[in-house]
C-alpha cells in the first residue's frame, strides 16, 4: 500500500526558512521521481519541485527558483523541500507525489508564512 507522510510545516515569518520531509512506503521509493505540489486557500494544485529518482536533475516553478531547494534520501524514502526566503504567497497545503503513483496524495503538510 502507498504511503505518503508530510511532516514539517508550521508559522513562520517572512524571509524564514522551513524544511519539509515526505516519507513514502509501498513502493519501490529509488524507481520513481517525486515532486512537492502546493495548493492555496480557493487556489489549484500546483506543481512546485520535481526531482528524478536518482537525484541528478531537478525543477522548479518560476515562482521558487532560488529559493526552495529539493532533494531525497533514497536510504531513507524521503524526500525533502527546502524553503528559504519565503513569502506570504508560499503559504499553502505542500504535497508531496510519487510519478509513479500519480494518483496518490499524502495528507499534506501546512505552510503558513505570516509576521
Known amino acids: 500500500q502507498v504511503r505518503l507522510v508530510e511532516s514539517g510545516g508550521g508559522l513562520v515569518q517572512p524571509g524564514g526558512s522551513l524544511r519539509l520531509s515526505c516519507a513514502a512506503s509501498?513502493?519501490?521509493?529509488?524507481?520513481?521521481?517525486m515532486s512537492w505540489y502546493r495548493q492555496a486557500p480557493g487556489k489549484e494544485r500546483e506543481l512546485v519541485a520535481y526531482?528524478?529518482?536518482?537525484?541528478?536533475?531537478?525543477n522548479y516553478a518560476d515562482s521558487v527558483k532560488g529559493r526552495f531547494t529539493i532533494s531525497r534520501d533514497n536510504a531513507k524514502n524521503t524526500v525533502y523541500l527546502q524553503m528559504n526566503s519565503l513569502k506570504a504567497e508560499d503559504t499553502a497545503v505542500y504535497y508531496c507525489?510519487?510519478?509513479?503513483?500519480?494518483?496518490?496524495w499524502g495528507q499534506g503538510t501546512q505552510v503558513t508564512v505570516s509576521s
Open positions: 509501498g513502493f519501490t521509493f529509488s524507481r520513481c521521481g
Open positions: 507525489r510519487p510519478n509513479c503513483y500519480s494518483n496518490i
Open positions: 526531482i528524478t529518482n536518482n537525484a541528478g536533475s531537478t
